[in-house]
Nanobody
Framework: QMQLAESGGGLVQAGASLRLSCAASERPLRAYGMGWFRQAPGKEREFVATIDLSGGSTDYGRSVKGRFTISRDNGKNMLFLEMNSLKPEDTAVYYC?????????????????WGQGTQVTVSS
């Protein structure tokens, strides 16, 4: 069973930046495509970003493309999400997830392991 633990969330003003981290344990991160999703109150879970095994290929949700960057450090078993130019509509609980699809994927149902989430709140 893979364990994922997110950190780095918080309360920031619009326009600020945050860096989320996701620490993996029990299984090596390098064996999984990884992704970030988010869920705001009353809304469905939304795809944010995904990255392949090596970190050489990434994809982003339309609402964050150009502002967020996903990256990984397989040697440290860590996944990251750099978030810039944050907007109030980015407010949500952010989750990292691991999938057996080596290329990563934007579909939540294809992920096998999920973290508990970290809250990001952006004030206007």
């Amino acid at each position: 069973q893979m364990q994922l633990a997110e950190s780095g969330g918080g309360l920031v003003q619009a326009g600020a930046s945050l860096r989320l981290s996701c620490a993996a344990s029990e299984r090596p991160l390098r064996a999984y495509g990884m992704g970030w999703f988010r869920q705001a109150p009353g809304k469905e879970r939304e795809f944010v970003a995904t990255i392949d095994l090596s970190g050489g290929s990434t994809d982003y949700g339309r609402s964050v493309k150009g502002r967020f960057t996903i990256s990984r450090d397989n040697g440290k078993n860590m996944l990251f999400l750099e978030m810039n130019s944050l907007k109030p509509e980015d407010t949500a609980v952010y989750y990292c997830a691991a999938t057996g699809r080596s290329s990563g994927t934007g579909y939540a149902y294809e992920y096998d392991y999920w973290g508990q989430g970290t809250q990001v709140t952006v004030s206007s």
